[in-house]
C-alpha cells in the first residue's frame, strides 16, 4: 500500500520555524520527485517546493524562495520542507506529493500519482 504521511505541522508565531517530514512506503522512494503544496481555507492549492528523484534539483514558488528548504533523505524515504520566517500567510494545509521519474526537474501539479493527507500549519501574527 502507497502511503505519504505529513508531520511536522502545527501553531507557531510570525518569524518562527517549522520543519514538515513526508514519510513514503509502499513504492520506490528514489524513483520519484517529491513535491509540496499548500492550500489555505477558499483558495486553490498551490505548489510551494519540489526536489527531482536522481540530482536532487530543487524549485521553490517565489513566496517561499529564501524562507524554505526541501531536502529528501532515501535512505529514510523522507522528504523534509524546512520552514523559517513564517508569516501569517503561510498559514495552510501542506501536503507532499510523490510523481515517478522526473530525475532531474520537477513535475507539473497534475502529474503526481501519490498524495498524502496533509498536516496543518498555522502562523499566529
Known amino acids: 500500500e502507497v502511503q505519504l504521511v505529513e508531520s511536522g505541522g502545527g501553531l507557531v508565531q510570525a518569524g518562527g520555524s517549522l520543519r514538515l517530514s513526508c514519510a513514503s512506503s509502499?513504492?520506490?522512494?528514489?524513483?520519484?520527485?517529491i513535491g509540496w503544496f499548500r492550500q489555505a481555507p477558499g483558495k486553490e492549492r498551490e505548489g510551494v517546493s519540489c526536489?527531482?528523484?536522481?540530482?536532487?534539483?530543487?524549485y521553490y514558488a517565489d513566496f517561499v524562495k529564501g524562507r524554505f528548504t526541501i531536502s529528501r533523505d532515501n535512505a529514510k524515504n523522507t522528504v523534509y520542507l524546512q520552514m523559517h520566517s513564517l508569516k501569517p500567510e503561510d498559514t495552510a494545509v501542506y501536503y507532499c506529493?510523490?510523481?515517478?521519474?522526473?530525475?532531474?526537474?520537477?513535475?507539473?501539479?497534475?502529474?503526481?500519482?501519490?498524495w498524502g493527507q496533509g498536516t496543518q500549519v498555522t502562523v499566529s501574527s
Open positions: 509502499g513504492f520506490t522512494f528514489d524513483d520519484y520527485a
Open positions: 506529493a510523490a510523481a515517478r521519474g522526473y530525475g532531474s526537474s520537477c513535475p507539473d501539479p497534475d502529474e503526481y500519482d501519490y
Open positions: 526536489i527531482a528523484s536522481t540530482d536532487g534539483s530543487t
